[in-house]
């Protein structure tokens, strides 16, 4: 299992945390998505086949690309 914390400056509250583990989670492979709209990141924790490629694209798609 890989994990890793994404900053996302676009973040500004809760709804956004909650866009961003509904799209995440959409993805095949993600076993958690976790989010704090203080520091503005996400910790998300996955498996094959999601890539680190895949979230980050995701993320970029729904308009909360990662630092």
Do not use: R
């Not at 509250?13 to 990141?41: A, F, R, T």
Request: with cysteine.
């Amino acid at each position: 299992m890989e994990s890793k914390t994404f900053i996302i400056p676009a973040i500004s509250c809760g709804h956004c945390v909650m866009s961003i583990k509904n799209e995440l989670s959409e993805i095949e492979g993600v076993k958690k998505v976790e989010g704090d709209p203080k520091s503005k990141s996400i910790n998300v924790e996955w498996d094959m086949p999601a890539t680190l490629e895949k979230i980050l694209n995701t993320l970029k798609q729904i308009n909360y690309p990662a630092q």
